[in-house]
């Protein structure tokens, strides 16, 4: 099983980017796929998740701005990023699982690489 995240950069506070990760195989089979994102130094942090049935979750400090949808046919997932802040800038990661949901403290057994966000002017 591989996952492919790809569509991090640079972005000024207040714009946009869509993140897209890509799996090997059928995402459907992974149930969840989620989005962490970890800055050095700091414990890795929930961003948004998203399960086989189309219920996500989203960590307290994106909900409102950030949005995770998946397309089972692509085997992708995409989190859409918008009014991004300074505090946003990190590795954000993808991961899949079984389980239907979960936290800052729990994910699945599969990582992608990683893919770096900058927000800053």
């Known amino acids: 099983v591989q996952l492919q995240a790809s569509g991090g950069g640079l972005v000024q506070p207040g714009g946009s980017l869509r993140l897209s990760c890509s799996a090997s195989?059928?995402?459907?089979?992974?149930?969840?796929m989620t989005w962490y994102r970890q800055v050095p130094g700091k414990q890795r942090e929930l961003v948004a998740g998203?399960?086989?049935?189309?219920?996500?979750n989203y960590g307290d400090s994106v909900t409102g701005r950030f949005t995770i949808s998946r397309d089972n046919a692509k085997n992708t997932v995409y989190l859409q990023m918008n009014s991004l802040k300074p505090e946003d800038t990190a590795v954000y990661y993808c991961n899949a699982g079984p389980f239907p949901r979960y936290t800052d403290a729990t994910w699945g057994p599969y990582w992608g690489q990683g893919t770096q966000v900058t927000v800053s002017s």
């Open positions: 195989g059928n995402i459907v089979d992974f149930n969840t």
């Open positions: 998203i399960n086989r049935g189309g219920r996500s």
